[in-house]
């Protein structure tokens, strides 16, 4: 079909699902399927995707032709070749996604599943449609596979109890659906695809039900997305998939082109580490074509030029700096340059950011994925300070350090897919990485809580309290291990295992016992003489003196906590010690205290 004669581009397809409920599968399967049934010169191959042509997907459902009548008026179908969360983060586009529809992947056998839940999750903020494919029907007990067959073909052949098994499972999708809010039913029974989910029941093994799949994938979008999918003839448009260095092409782009024609010499606009990046296209790359069904895609060949939508590797100068996720932008006219670098500046800006708020920093590999880290963890209330691509840098460290004062559990870097700088010294602060975005965010929310969990026990039991006491002269009981001295408290409360200090703010044991006439006191308040033990490596004469003065040393933690929620117990004298005690701290933290008023 020569370009100009087309009203549709090939609508793009993209697969998610739980993990192991068999999206490469089936993905291979399709592929493999559409590679067994072309005719010679009708696969062309594409970079980051694969292109299912009509003619193939009407061959497949031929005998559906009374059940699914398909004609076709799109080209085909053009598959995103790697499924998952993190690569469709990459496919990203204002307001939506590049995507136009969605395969749900969901294991019959095993239901719906924490990912399979995400997947939902992300389709509906990105008003991705969507169909699910019930895979792994030839685990069904007592399924009896035909190969390739149409699904309807095949369950026909199928005993009653094994059709029964089948319907059941299918049962339970819909319940499952029906708790988040969508109406659905296995497709030959939806009337009405706008308001019903199609559940098509597949193998990614036996490939029965592809047929149908690929049907309903086409007749879909052709008949419900006609303006979204209509051919465009202008300049192109795309995204960034993958930032890549390829042995003998320097740094490449694999894009997805989802609008207009891109053609060698373009001058094309797309995001930068540092900037925006204005380069002109070099070469135009393309998988070499399949000599067998091997599924290879390393040789290239050039092109003069792609039309949407399509999978391109880009050669040009200037990529090692782009952004994967980036839009990119073919400008056909130079005067219009710089209206195309604001609108990429603008939409990246949105997503890099640095906000002078309490919150954590979030690094990411990609925009794409920054994006989705950064929309996850703001449902869930956890603010973003810092949200940048690209390995951990020294700035990176300081705001986390400079969050972690002001409160600890937001002291940490959610590092996905980056490691710190070389000579970057990490080990101040918490890093949490991982590689599969939700659960660097599970792991961020759990750190964060527990942080928080730890705070809330402590109770005004556990809190070490503010108090000053002097070493009354000539009350020496014990010279060392312990000490037991007599004492005078001068302001606020003190009890044993309390840690004391000097005024210079050293640490000098702990107290171990308090006494008053060889009876046992839980606390000793101002005004009180009693005698003390203190324990750790101190002796009279040494570290401490008869008539010397010392205070509780107070952790940061339980002094806020004391504002906080025990405020009432803070009596006149307790506060003076309080001053003398942050006095003390400040010359080691300068944040000390800092929220208190006294
Ligand atoms: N019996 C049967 N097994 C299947 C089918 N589809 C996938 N499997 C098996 O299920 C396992 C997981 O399949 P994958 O295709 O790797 O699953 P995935 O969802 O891509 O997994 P991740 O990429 O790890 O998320 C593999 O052992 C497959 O062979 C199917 O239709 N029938």
């Not at 003390?584 to 929220?595: A, F, M, Q, S, V």
Request: no cysteine; charged share 30%; aromatic share 6%.
């Amino acid at each position: 079909m020569s370009k100009d004669s087309r009203r549709f581009r090939q609508p793009i397809v993209v697969v998610l699902g739980h993990v192991d409920h068999g999206k490469t599968t089936l993905l291979d399967k399709i592929r493999g399927t559409a590679i067994v049934k072309k005719e010679p010169g009708e696969m062309t191959q594409e970079v980051g995707a694969s292109f299912v042509p009509s003619s193939v997907i009407e061959k497949l459902s031929e005998p559906l032709k009374n059940i699914i009548p398909v004609k076709l008026e799109i080209p085909g179908l053009l598959f995103i070749d790697t499924p998952g969360h993190e690569l469709f983060s990459n496919l990203r586009r204002r307001g939506g996604s590049v995507a136009d529809i969605a395969i749900l992947v969901v294991d019959i056998m095993e239901g719906f599943q924490k990912q399979t839940n995400e997947s939902i999750e992300i389709l509906k903020e990105k008003k991705v449609p969507f169909l699910v494919a019930a895979n792994k029907i030839d685990r069904i007990p007592g399924w009896k596979p035909y190969d390739n067959e149409p699904f309807l073909v095949s369950f026909s052949k199928q005993s009653k109890a094994v059709q029964q098994r089948l319907e059941n499972a299918i049962y339970n999708l819909v319940l499952q659906l029906a708790q988040l809010n969508f109406n659905a039913e296995r497709f030959d029974r939806v009337k009405d695809f706008t308001q019903y989910i199609a559940i098509v029941p597949v193998s990614g093994k036996t490939g029965e039900g592809v047929p149908e799949l690929l049907a309903l994938l086409a007749g879909l979008t052709q008949r419900f997305m006609r303006t979204r999918i209509g051919f465009v003839e202008g300049p192109a448009k795309g995204v960034v998939l993958e930032v890549k260095e390829d042995q003998g092409y320097g740094y490449t782009i694999d894009t997805i082109i989802y609008d207009g024609i891109l053609k060698r010499n373009d001058t094309i606009v797309l995001g930068g580490v540092n900037d925006v990046i204005v380069t002109k296209v070099r070469n135009l790359l393309l998988p070499a074509p399949l000599q067998d069904m091997r599924i290879s895609k390393t040789d290239y060949r050039s092109v003069d030029e792609v039309y949407a939508a399509s999978g391109v590797k880009i050669m040009a100068t200037g990529l090692d700096e782009a952004v994967a996720g980036s839009p990119l932008y073919a400008v056909d006219n130079e005067s219009r340059l710089d209206e195309y670098k604001k609108i990429i500046k603008e939409e990246i800006s949105k997503i890099r950011f640095q906000k002078n708020i309490t919150g954590i920093v979030v690094k990411a590999d990609s925009l794409g994925t920054l994006e989705s880290l950064v929309g996850a963890l703001e449902k869930r209330n956890i603010p973003v300070r810092l949200a940048d691509i690209g390995p951990i840098s020294k700035r990176d460290i300081i705001e986390a350090e400079l969050a972690g004062k002001e409160a600890e559990e937001y002291g940490i870097i959610a590092a996905f897919r980056v490691k710190p700088l070389p000579g970057v010294e990490s080990s101040k602060i918490k890093i949490i990485y991982n590689d599969i975005i939700y659960q660097l965010i599970d792991d961020v929310e759990k750190y964060i809580n527990d942080v928080r969990e730890k705070r809330k026990r402590k109770t005004l039991d556990t809190l070490v309290l503010p108090a000053k006491i002097k070493i009354l002269p000539g009350y020496v009981f014990r010279r060392s291990d312990p000490v037991i001295v007599g004492i005078k408290v001068l302001g606020g409360i003190i009890k044993p295992k309390y840690p004391l200090m000097k005024k210079d703010g050293r640490r000098v044991g702990e107290v171990l016992q308090i006494q008053d006439n060889k009876k046992t006191l839980d606390k000793a308040t101002e005004g009180m003489e009693v005698a003390l033990s203190i324990k750790g490596n101190i002796m009279i004469g040494r570290q401490i003196d008869e008539g010397e003065e010392l205070y509780t040393d107070v952790p940061k933690e339980d002094l806020e906590i004391l504002f906080s929620n025990y405020k009432d117990i803070i009596t006149e004298d307790m506060k003076s010690v309080i001053k003398e005690i942050i006095n003390i701290k400040r010359t080691e933290d300068p944040l000390y205290g800092l929220n208190i008023q006294v």
